[in-house]
C-alpha cells in the first residue's frame, strides 16, 4: 500500500500537509491524525489538493513500515506529518 500526502491549495487550511485516506472521483478524504481523525476526515474537492510526490527518506521510511490500510492509526498519521512539517521548515 501507497501511502501519499497532499498539501491543501485553497480554503482555511491552505499550505495544511494530510495524508490521504480515501480517494472517490472529485474528491480526496485527508486526515492529519490530529484535527482531522481516521473517523472523521476532511473531505477536499481533488483539485484543491496538490499530491506531494517526492518524499524525504524519513518520511518514506514512515510511510513503509505501514503494510495495510488497517495499520494506519490517528497516532502514525500525525507522526508522518510532522516529520514531513520538520523536514520543510528546516529547509527554510
Known amino acids: 500500500m501507497n501511502i501519499y500526502l497532499g498539501k491543501s491549495l485553497a480554503g482555511h ?6 495524508v490521504i485516506f ?4 472529485d474528491f480526496f478524504f485527508l486526515v492529519n491524525g490530529s484535527t482531522k481523525t481516521m473517523d472523521s476526515p476532511k473531505k477536499k474537492n481533488k483539485k484543491h ?4 510526490k517526492h518524499l524525504p527518506g524519513e518520511v518514506r521510511a514512515l510511510t513503509e513500515e505501514i503494510n495495510s490500510l488497517d495499520e494506519l492509526v490517528d497516532s502514525k498519521v500525525s507522526k508522518i506529518v510532522e516529520c514531513y512539517d520538520d523536514y ?3 529547509k527554510k
Do not use: A, R, T
Request: aromatic content about 6%; proline content about 0%.
Open 88 to 90: 520543510i521548515n528546516s
Open 13 to 18: 487550511d491552505k499550505n495544511h500537509i494530510y
Open 49 to 52: 489538493v496538490q499530491i506531494i
Open 22 to 25: 480515501k480517494e472517490e472521483s
